[in-house]
Nanobody
Framework: QLQASGGGLVQAGGSLRLSCAAS????????MGWFRQAPGKEREFVAT????????KYADSVEGRFTISRDSPKNTVALQMNSLKSEDTAVYFC????????????????????WGQGTQVTVSS
């Protein structure tokens, strides 16, 4: 089970930190990712981190503003979002991929095995 939290309303230029708590899985064997879905749009990739935590990938639209990290002893993954823009408004989902490699950084939805319920992020301009 994945439980996302930390969403809310923030002004453009502000920051939010999302967190996702995992339970019922061996967290260290999963690559973790964040996706988002804006109203009327398809869900899209945001960021991913390998099971080792040593490799990350970001969507071009968030590169340099968002940072993904994981705390394996606590079974959590975080997404630090800075310099937020109105176009970042979306429901954010965390996801877990049973990864065979320490370095895997999956970016496609179908690669993920488990999904959280989503947390709303609204950025006002």
């Amino acid at each position: 089970q994945l439980q996302a939290s930390g969403g809310g309303l923030v002004q453009a230029g502000g920051s939010l930190r999302l967190s996702c708590a995992a339970s019922g899985i061996t967290f260290s064997t999963y690559a973790m990712g964040w996706f988002r879905q804006a109203p009327g749009k398809e869900r899209e990739f945001v960021a991913t981190i390998s099971r080792s935590g040593g490799t990350t990938k970001y969507a071009d639209s968030v590169e340099g503003r968002f940072t993904i990290s994981r705390d394996s002893p606590k079974n959590t993954v975080a997404l630090q979002m800075n310099s937020l823009k109105s176009e970042d408004t979306a429901v954010y989902f965390c996801a877990a991929d049973k990864s065979g490699s320490f370095l895997d950084t999956p970016i496609r939805e179908y690669e993920y095995d488990y999904w959280g319920q989503g947390t709303q992020v609204t950025v006002s301009s």
